[in-house]
């Protein structure tokens, strides 16, 4: 079939996004892999998937696809993607709209100056709802988080990493660095995502604090690998700094690809992320 797509990003972090109200679609993870190649196919870290709503007081569903071919809970930047790519194709007239996914339902708002600002819901803290097997190991108190020691064998050397462990709807474990820049993310990257106290896999999200309100950010993502920005990965880094009593909200993350902001109130409450949703070129495709 002809697959009529639209390339967008937030921040560097890079989408297909598709109308599957207007098309019928029927892929599994073989068509979704070769659409995000980017060899291949178009080429992306996430497919996202625009679909009718199927309970009442939403807008629209939306299903986000890693570049691995797995269909994955939540997506951060995708969601700012997702208000910009309804208004435009005219799916809706409203500018703030809720989006039910995997893992519930959130809120982008796209303003007037272009950027967007999401409701993302209230993070998980608690390891299980992670989800992170706990179980056995001696956590480290830091704030009122708490700081979780996982074992890696890099090069053949054991050694040990403090991760805060939170759920944006998909899972996170967040690591303090002294400099991004030089932080191992190629190595470890891949060893936390796999690492076997998360059942589901895990994005590896490394933070360096610049000050209270700033930080730098890398993120290797679960089934897309090192991205140049990761919305939820934002929002966990800012929640797990403000948790460990070295970051205020807002704030400023800095990631290779672009700027985010976050705000965030505390336990319990939604955390806000803002920042760019641009159309990059519309396509179409044999699939
Ligand atoms: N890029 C995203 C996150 C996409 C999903 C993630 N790789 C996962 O598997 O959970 C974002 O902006 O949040």
């Known amino acids: 079939m002809k697959l009529k797509f639209t390339k967008m990003h937030g921040a560097g972090n890079d989408f297909v996004v598709i109308d599957a109200i207007n098309q019928h679609i029927d892929f599994g993870p073989e068509e979704w892999r070769r659409l995000a190649d980017r060899r291949f196919g178009v080429g992306a870290d996430q497919i996202l998937v625009v679909e009718r709503a199927s309970s009442p007081g939403v807008d629209f569903r939306y299903r986000i696809f890693n570049n691995d071919g797995g269909e994955v809970e939540q997506c951060g930047n995708g969601s700012r993607a997702f208000v910009r790519f309804v208004v435009d194709k005219g799916l809706t007239r409203e500018r703030s709209i809720r ?7 959130i809120a982008p708002r796209l303003e007037e100056d272009g950027k967007v600002t999401v409701d993302m819901g209230a993070p998980r803290l608690d390891p299980a709802g992670v989800p992170f097997d706990s179980a056995g190991l001696v956590g480290r108190p830091q704030g009122v988080d708490t700081l979780w020691p996982l074992a890696l064998t890099v090069g053949g050397a054991e050694q040990e990493v403090l991760v805060s462990v939170v759920s944006m709807g998909n899972p996170h474990a967040v690591q303090v660095v002294d400099d991004v820049d030089s932080a191992p993310v190629a190595e470890t990257g891949p060893l936390i995502e796999h690492h076997p106290r998360f059942p589901k896999r895990v994005n590896a999200g490394y933070m360096q604090v610049v000050d209270r309100h700033h930080i730098r950010l890398r993120v290797f993502e679960r089934g897309a690998g090192e991205t140049l920005a990761c919305g939820t990965g934002a929002c966990a880094a800012a929640v797990a700094g403000i948790r460990r009593g070295l970051l205020d909200s807002p704030v400023r993350v800095s990631a290779r690809g672009g700027e985010l902001s976050i705000a965030w109130a ?17 396509g179409e495709i044999e699939i």
């Open 99 to 105: 989006v039910e996914t995997m893992s519930g339902i």
């Open 266 to 282: 505390g336990d319990g409450q939604p955390v806000y992320l803002s920042g760019p949703a641009v159309t990059v070129f519309e």
